[in-house]
């Protein structure tokens, strides 16, 4: 089933004085469910941006964006709101738990915004989703007490906790070393597995996206295809110019 279609899209804001910048154009992309899309490309290529529009955290300024089959633009805001919060998880790589809040106050918090039954069970819904990224027995610690590991973990389920069929990573394990890096994309695959949700994952590490059976390079606000290879040495290059 089809999730997320783009067709023709671009991105244009308007800069302080005036002037426009165009960050992505003629982006063509379609994400189904179980698909496994890694994103790289340099710093300020446009990933992010292209994460927020898949994610509908913004519209495109150009071309058709249809989020299950809703075309994008012409959707009210608490409707998109609404699909975004029942249908899309983000993962960041700075974790953005609330401070002070417990493990358990935090997965529950998207709960909040959720109906009926789920609401209700809340508190049964985000102790089982903890107790599946092993930290059943972490659930009354607070982010600042955890590792950068296990915070990622409490952040996989928050994102996770209400099923979405749309899981948006952005730098997922940035903030990682490299074993727990692989052990956090792990379980983000299982969980997505489970649920046949898609994953879409944007990563300066050619590891991580070696991981993916979809590969696209942003390169000056444009996507494009690559495979395996082509993504990883994009990434490589990358790395050579920033340390040069
Ligand atoms: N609202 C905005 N107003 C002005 N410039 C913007 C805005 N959003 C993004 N940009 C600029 O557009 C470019 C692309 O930004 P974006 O964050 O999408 O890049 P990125 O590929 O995710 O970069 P990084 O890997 O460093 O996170 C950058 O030059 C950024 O400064």
Same mark, same amino acid.
């Given at each position: 089933?089809?999730?997320? &279609?783009?067709?023709?899209?671009?991105?244009?804001? &308007?800069?302080?004085?005036?002037?426009?910048?165009?960050?992505?154009?003629?982006?063509?992309?379609?994400?189904?469910?179980?698909?496994?899309?890694?994103?790289?490309?340099?710093?300020?290529?446009?990933?992010? +941006?292209?994460?927020?529009?898949?994610?509908?955290?913004? %519209?495109?300024?150009?071309?058709?964006?249809?989020?299950?089959?809703?075309?994008?633009?012409?959707?009210?805001?608490?409707?998109?709101?609404?699909?975004?919060?029942? =249908?899309?998880?983000?993962?960041?790589?700075?974790?953005?738990? #609330?401070?002070?809040?417990?493990?358990?106050?935090?997965?529950?918090?998207?709960? #909040?915004?959720?109906?009926?039954?789920?609401?209700?069970?809340?508190?049964?819904? %985000?102790?089982?989703?903890?107790?599946?990224?092993? @930290?059943? &027995?972490?659930?009354?610690?607070?982010?600042?007490?955890?590792?950068?590991?296990?915070?990622?973990?409490?952040?996989?389920?928050?994102?996770?906790?209400?099923?979405?069929?749309?899981?948006?990573?952005?730098?997922?394990?940035?903030?990682?070393? @490299?074993?727990?890096?692989?052990?956090?994309?792990?379980?983000?695959?299982?969980?997505? %597995?489970?649920?046949?949700? !898609?994953?879409? +994952?944007?990563?300066?590490?050619?590891?991580? !996206?070696?991981?993916?059976?979809?590969?696209?390079?942003?390169?000056?606000?444009?996507?494009?295809?690559?495979?395996? !290879?082509?993504?990883?040495?994009?990434?490589?290059?990358?790395?050579? =110019?920033?340390?040069?």
């Amino acid at each position: 089933m089809t999730l997320v &279609e783009a067709r023709g899209v671009g991105r244009t804001v &308007e800069l302080p004085d005036g002037r426009p910048l165009t960050i992505l154009s003629g982006v063509d992309l379609t994400v189904s469910e179980g698909d496994r899309v890694s994103i790289v490309g340099r710093s300020g290529s446009g990933k992010s +941006t292209l994460l927020n529009l898949l994610g509908l955290l913004d %519209a495109p300024t150009e071309g058709e964006l249809a989020f299950l089959g809703h075309d994008v633009r012409r959707i009210r805001s608490g409707a998109r709101d609404r699909l975004r919060g029942s =249908e899309v998880g983000f993962v960041f790589q700075q974790f953005n738990l #609330l401070p002070g809040r417990t493990a358990l106050e935090n997965v529950q918090t998207p709960l #909040l915004y959720s109906g009926g039954r789920e609401f209700w069970r809340r508190e049964r819904i %985000a102790r089982d989703m903890l107790e599946r990224v092993g @930290l059943g &027995e972490r659930l009354t610690t607070k982010p600042e007490r955890l590792s950068g590991g296990e915070q990622q973990r409490v952040a996989i389920a928050r994102a996770l906790v209400r099923k979405p069929r749309l899981i948006l990573a952005d730098e997922p394990t940035g903030a990682l070393d @490299l074993e727990t890096g692989a052990e956090v994309m792990s379980l983000i695959e299982a969980v997505a %597995a489970e649920t046949g949700a !898609a994953l879409v +994952t944007i990563t300066h590490d050619a590891t991580i !996206a070696a991981r993916s059976n979809r590969h696209f390079l942003l390169r000056g606000g444009r996507l494009e295809t690559a495979d395996a !290879a082509g993504a990883s040495s994009a990434v490589e290059a990358d790395v050579a =110019e920033a340390a040069a």
